[in-house]
């Protein structure tokens, strides 16, 4: 899979431009603050709905401005697709895959498949479970609608029986429970299976990107920290269970405190932890790893790869990780941001350069 054009409109500091990629790799250049990683961020955004950098879809319309239209044509195995989504300040969102507006939000996902890394997704090794998380209900969801919806079912009945363990009334929260409880972990059942599948391949995966980019020199392992196993039914009945033995903890504390919105990875490079011991450099090469390994997922799941988006990723890493990096992603369209381009990074390859200045593609 491949993007042929990316067009913009009040898309950020973006008036009105279009972008056309090869399907290699593909430069993204110019000085800082021009709008290369505005461009790599609506790509993502065309491919799951949401932006990687905003909170809130209003923040990316262009300053004085009341509506912005960002679309991508992309061509896979099965033909080519066009994704448009069309922002308002004063409304919703409207998205339309081949001209078609399609109502729900989740109906995005698997239309154009991308991996975004950009200095944020340091996170992913640094920052809080949340993150993590997030990272595998994106790459979940562009693999499987039903993981999606499974995930949005899952977390309004979340809320609910957070809710109900609020309330005064005990006789009530004990009669109700129950029944929240096994909708509850027939979601939970579902999320927690795709994630060990998930993981199970990943982590040998990204394993091998890992000894590939710092030549053998450091080991990484992932574990998960859910303590679910087995079928979607054997997961639901272990929690449905858990909840019971943890019943009084949840109605003292006020919300649920097992689950799949309290799981995690642990990461260890050389059996130490990488996110107290790992340098920033080692750090973002575990987050980089993944990002390949889930590239390959994607791979063996659709039978081509995803679109690799590698925001200013290239200026952290010594010369060495960096031809390891260009060397490891050989075969799949790629879009590099940077503000300098070192030739012999790329020697002996063929190169879409895009200068980007002050929101123009420069000709």
Same mark, same amino acid.
């Given at each position: 899979?491949?993007?042929?054009?990316?067009?913009?409109?009040?898309?950020?500091?973006?008036?009105?431009?279009?972008?056309?990629?090869?399907?290699?790799?593909?430069?993204?250049?110019?000085?800082?603050?021009?709008?290369?990683?505005?461009?790599?961020?609506?790509?993502?955004?065309?491919?799951?709905?949401?932006?990687?950098?905003?909170?809130?879809?209003?923040?990316?319309?262009?300053?004085?401005?009341?509506?912005?239209? +960002?679309?991508?044509?992309?061509?896979?195995?099965?033909?080519?697709?066009?994704?448009?989504?069309?922002?308002?300040?004063?409304?919703?969102?409207?998205?339309? *895959?081949?001209?078609?507006?399609?109502?729900?939000?989740?109906?995005?996902?698997?239309?154009?498949?991308?991996?975004?890394? &950009?200095?944020?997704?340091?996170?992913?090794?640094?920052? %809080?479970?949340?993150?993590?998380?997030?990272?595998?209900?994106?790459?979940?969801?562009?693999?499987?609608?039903?993981?999606?919806?499974?995930?949005?079912?899952?977390?309004?009945?979340?809320?609910?029986?957070? &809710?109900?363990?609020?309330?005064? &009334?005990?006789?009530?929260?004990?009669?109700?429970?129950?029944?929240?409880?096994?909708?509850?972990?027939?979601?939970?059942?579902?999320?927690?299976?795709?994630?060990?599948?998930?993981?199970?391949?990943?982590?040998?995966?990204?394993?091998?990107?890992?000894?590939?980019?710092?030549?053998?020199?450091?080991?990484?392992?992932?574990?998960?920290?859910?303590?679910?196993?087995?079928?979607?039914?054997?997961?639901?009945?272990?929690?449905?269970?858990?909840?019971?033995?943890?019943?009084?903890?949840? +109605?003292?504390?006020?919300? %649920?405190? *097992?689950?799949?919105?309290?799981?995690?990875?642990?990461?260890?490079?050389?059996?130490?932890?990488?996110?107290?011991?790992?340098?920033?450099?080692?750090?973002?090469?575990?987050?980089?790893?993944?990002?390949?390994?889930?590239?390959?997922?994607?791979?063996?799941?659709?039978?081509?790869?995803? +679109?690799?988006?590698?925001?200013?990723?290239?200026?952290?890493?010594?010369?060495?990780?960096?031809?390891?990096?260009?060397?490891?992603?050989?075969?799949?369209?790629? +879009?590099?941001?940077?503000?300098?381009?070192?030739?012999?990074?790329?020697?002996?390859?063929?190169?879409?350069?895009?200068?980007?200045? &002050?929101?123009?593609?420069?000709?």
């Amino acid at each position: 899979m491949y993007i042929k054009k990316l067009t913009l409109n009040n898309f950020r500091n973006y008036e009105s431009e279009e972008l056309t990629f090869s399907n290699g790799i593909n430069i993204l250049f110019g000085a800082n603050a021009q709008g290369k990683t505005n461009a790599g961020e609506a790509i993502f955004f065309l491919c799951t709905g949401y932006s990687p950098r905003a909170n809130n879809d209003k923040l990316v319309i262009r300053n004085g401005e009341d509506r912005a239209e +960002i679309s991508a044509v992309a061509s896979s195995s099965y033909g080519d697709v066009s994704v448009k989504i069309r922002f308002n300040k004063n409304d919703k969102k409207n998205i339309y *895959i081949n001209n078609v507006e399609v109502l729900k939000v989740g109906e995005i996902f698997g239309n154009i498949n991308s991996v975004f890394f &950009n200095p944020q997704e340091l996170k992913l090794v640094q920052e %809080t479970p949340e993150d993590r998380r997030r990272f595998l209900n994106v790459s979940l969801s562009q693999m499987s609608k039903s993981y999606f919806y499974s995930l949005i079912r899952y977390n309004k009945i979340l809320s609910q029986r957070n &809710n109900l363990l609020k309330d005064p &009334n005990r006789d009530v929260v004990y009669d109700t429970l129950p029944v929240w409880d096994r909708q509850l972990t027939e979601q939970a059942g579902k999320i927690i299976r795709a994630r060990n599948e998930f993981l199970e391949k990943l982590s040998p995966i990204a394993r091998e990107k890992h000894a590939f980019i710092s030549d053998g020199k450091e080991e990484l392992v992932m574990k998960t920290e859910s303590g679910y196993y087995g079928t979607e039914e054997e997961i639901a009945y272990a929690m449905y269970e858990d909840l019971k033995l943890a019943l009084d903890k949840d +109605i003292r504390l006020g919300f %649920t405190s *097992i689950g799949p919105h309290r799981d995690d990875i642990k990461f260890t490079l050389n059996g130490l932890d990488a996110r107290v011991f790992a340098s920033q450099g080692q750090q973002r090469t575990v987050a980089l790893s993944l990002k390949l390994a889930e590239a390959e997922i994607f791979k063996e799941r659709f039978s081509e790869y995803p +679109i690799l988006i590698l925001d200013d990723v290239l200026s952290e890493l010594d010369k060495k990780r960096q031809r390891k990096l260009v060397s490891a992603v050989s075969g799949m369209q790629t +879009i590099f941001t940077t503000t300098v381009i070192d030739r012999t990074v790329f020697k002996n390859l063929l190169v879409n350069k895009i200068t980007i200045e &002050n929101g123009k593609v420069k000709k």
